[in-house]
């Protein structure tokens, strides 16, 4: 079993940032394919980045490309999402997950962490 919880959201103005960070417990990341999903009131969960087990390749969703940055650190168990320039339209509830293969589809992932709220004002 992996335990995940995230941190770091939070309420900021358009063009600002945050750094998102998810810790794991209970195993070891460094076997996972890492991603992050949001999902905003009303919608379905979307997929955001992903990164495989070493880091050395990513990959972003189109929305957020050029934007957002996913890395980790495999000694502190830890994933990061960088979120720069960020719009109102990033509102959402930002969720970890761990899985055994990079895809953007949320079923192939096997733990969820709780999710942290980011709210973006316009």
């Known amino acids: 079993q992996v335990q995940l919880v995230e941190s770091g959201g939070g309420l900021v103005q358009a063009g600002g940032s945050l750094r998102l960070s998810c810790a794991a417990s209970?195993?070891?990341?460094?076997?996972?394919?890492m991603g992050w999903f949001r999902q905003a009131p009303g919608k379905e969960r979307e997929f955001v980045a992903a990164i495989n087990w070493s880091g050395g390749s990513t990959n972003n969703a189109d929305s957020v490309k050029g934007r957002f940055t996913i890395s980790r650190d495999n000694a502190k168990n830890t994933v990061y999402l960088q979120m720069n320039s960020l719009k109102p339209e990033d509102t959402a509830i930002y969720y970890c997950?761990?899985?055994?293969?990079?895809?953007?589809?949320?079923?192939?992932?096997?733990?969820w962490g709780q999710g942290t709220q980011v709210t973006v004002s316009s």
């Open positions: 209970g195993r070891t990341l460094r076997n996972y394919v």
């Open positions: 997950a761990a899985g055994t293969a990079m895809t953007g589809w949320a079923p192939t992932y096997d733990y």
